[in-house]
């Protein structure tokens, strides 16, 4: 829940100072599964009964109404 009361208005924040446009987040295993876990409508306590191997990939596409769609989850480059 901490990580989650940090994640949301800095998240907020850069999406509202970068709308538009592409940004990139890089973060570690919990943040991933909590943004994608929000994207998908998951309560956050289910946010680890989907992979996320190390290294992987995730593309979220925010709308301009603030809608999150995953466009791309646990890619993995060279794995099938």
């Known amino acids: 829940q901490d990580v989650a009361a940090r994640l949301w ?9 970068h ?8 973060a570690h295993n919990s943040v ?3 943004v994608l876990g929000r ?11 989907f992979d996320q191997d190390f290294g ?5 596409c925010y709308e301009a109404d603030g809608r999150a769609r ?5 890619w ?3 794995c099938p």
């Open 70 to 74: 995953v466009a791309l989850l646990n």
């Open 32 to 34: 991933n599964r909590l």
């Open 56 to 60: 992987c990939v995730n593309r979220v």
């Open 39 to 49: 994207a998908l409508g998951l309560p956050e306590g289910q946010v680890f009964e």
């Open 9 to 17: 208005p800095a998240l907020e924040r850069r999406l509202a100072e």
């Open 19 to 26: 709308a538009g446009e592409t940004l990139a987040l890089v």
């Open 76 to 78: 993995t480059p060279g």
